[in-house]
């Protein structure tokens, strides 16, 4: 278990502020456009409910799943090596709030440096909150579903629409894929893409749904956006997300 570097704490603080400036603008009402690259907006998008932003002291931007009141999973690579994360959504006045993270986990076979020495990682971390987040925030429902080459997924979250335009970061968005097998099925990965659709910055850590449950995480995105997307599947990883939650007296929904 992982925790704020105390002596980071100033800098950290400050880093962050400047993000809340920043996520007003790229977070300000703009024209509809489309969603993660080449998807959506709107109510037919599911998880806004229990999708949130996940921002790091260095400026980096993520998403996030709500799975308890005060827990959220996100990818691992949003913390590690991170002198503070916060967790952002908009209050009911649509003005943004930096819910402070009184504890981190990072998943213990995390390896950061696993697509250049291409070594296993599982790619994932669980935030708890300092305070509950408002009760408008439904923790979501996970499935230990293995997917099928062929099956249509959506991925979704707060990522950009292109390659550094992070103007157009802060909006939930959502994208149907096609699962693949490019190197075979696999028991930790699940790999999706579609012409013209797929992850970009910002998603990292966004739910990947199978019906209206939370199968996987994005974690990976080749050619930066829009192309070849990859998650971490939660089912694998059950043991170690219900450990840690039993840990802080929580449980997620599966």
């Not at 080459?149 to 991925?155: I, N, P």
Request: glycine share 14%.
């Amino acid at each position: 278990m992982r925790a704020p570097n105390p002596s980071a704490a100033p800098a950290a603080r400050h880093t962050l502020r400047a993000a809340t400036l920043a996520l007003l603008l790229i977070a300000a009402p703009a024209p509809p456009a489309g969603a993660i690259v080449g998807g959506r907006e709107g109510a037919e998008v599911p998880g806004a409910a229990s999708t949130v932003m996940v921002l790091t002291s260095g400026g980096g931007v993520c998403s996030g799943v709500v799975v308890a009141p005060d827990a959220v999973l996100t990818a691992g690579h949003c913390v590690a090596g991170v002198g503070e994360n916060r967790v952002h959504y908009r209050d009911a006045a649509d003005r943004p709030v930096l819910a402070e993270v009184a504890v981190r986990s990072l998943h213990p076979a995390y390896d950061g440096d696993a697509i250049r020495g291409r070594t296993r990682s599982i790619d994932l971390a669980l935030l708890r909150t300092r305070e509950p987040l408002p009760g408008r925030f439904v923790p979501a429902t996970l499935s230990a579903a293995m997917p099928r080459a062929g099956q249509s997924v959506t991925l979704a979250g707060y990522g950009a629409i292109r390659g550094n335009d992070r103007r157009s970061i802060g909006r939930y968005r959502g994208a149907a894929l096609t699962v693949i097998e490019p190197y075979g099925p696999s028991r930790i990965l699940v790999w999706m893409q579609a012409a013209g659709a797929g992850g970009c910055q910002g998603d990292s850590g966004g739910p990947i749904f199978e019906d209206a449950a939370v199968m996987a995480l994005a974690a990976w995105v080749k050619d930066a956006c829009g192309g070849l997307t990859q998650g971490i599947l939660l089912g694998p990883q059950r043991g170690w997300i219900d450990r840690t939650l039993a840990g802080w007296g929580l449980s997620a929904r599966w």
